[in-house]
Nanobody, 127 residues
Framework: QVQLVESGGGLVQAGGSLRLSCAASGGTSSSLVMGWFRQAPGKKRAFVAAISGNGDNTGYVDSVKGRFTISRDNAKNTVYLQMNSLKPEDTAVYYC????????????????????WGQGTLVTVSS
């Protein structure tokens, strides 16, 4: 069973940057599609970004395109989310997820299919 541990959350002012990390253990990360979801206060958890096992393919929700970048280092079994130009509406608990088979196109709407989840890391963006 793959285990995921997120880190890098915190408090940042609007316009600032943060980089989230998600370390995977218990599996070969290069065989996993990995990605990020977020849950804002009072809202449902929602897809943010995902990346294929070899890093060649990525997907983003429209609201973060051009500001967030997902990447991975399979030698470190880690996926990253670089978040720039942060806005107060980016405030949320960010969750890492991984799955060996669910394609990126399904991550937008079928989080129920994903195999592994982290515990989440809180990102707070102040105005």
């Amino acid at each position: 069973q793959v285990q995921l541990v997120e880190s890098g959350g915190g408090l940042v002012q609007a316009g600032g940057s943060l980089r989230l990390s998600c370390a995977a253990s218990g599996g070969t990360s290069s065989s996993l599609v990995m990605g990020w979801f977020r849950q804002a206060p009072g809202k449902k958890r929602a897809f943010v970004a995902a990346i294929s096992g070899n890093g060649d393919n990525t997907g983003y929700v429209d609201s973060v395109k051009g500001r967030f970048t997902i990447s991975r280092d399979n030698a470190k079994n880690t996926v990253y989310l670089q978040m720039n130009s942060l806005k107060p509406e980016d405030t949320a608990v960010y969750y890492c997820a991984a799955d060996p088979a669910v394609p990126i196109r399904a991550w937008y709407s079928r989080e129920d299919l994903l195999d592994a989840w982290g515990q989440g890391t809180l990102v707070t963006v102040s105005s």
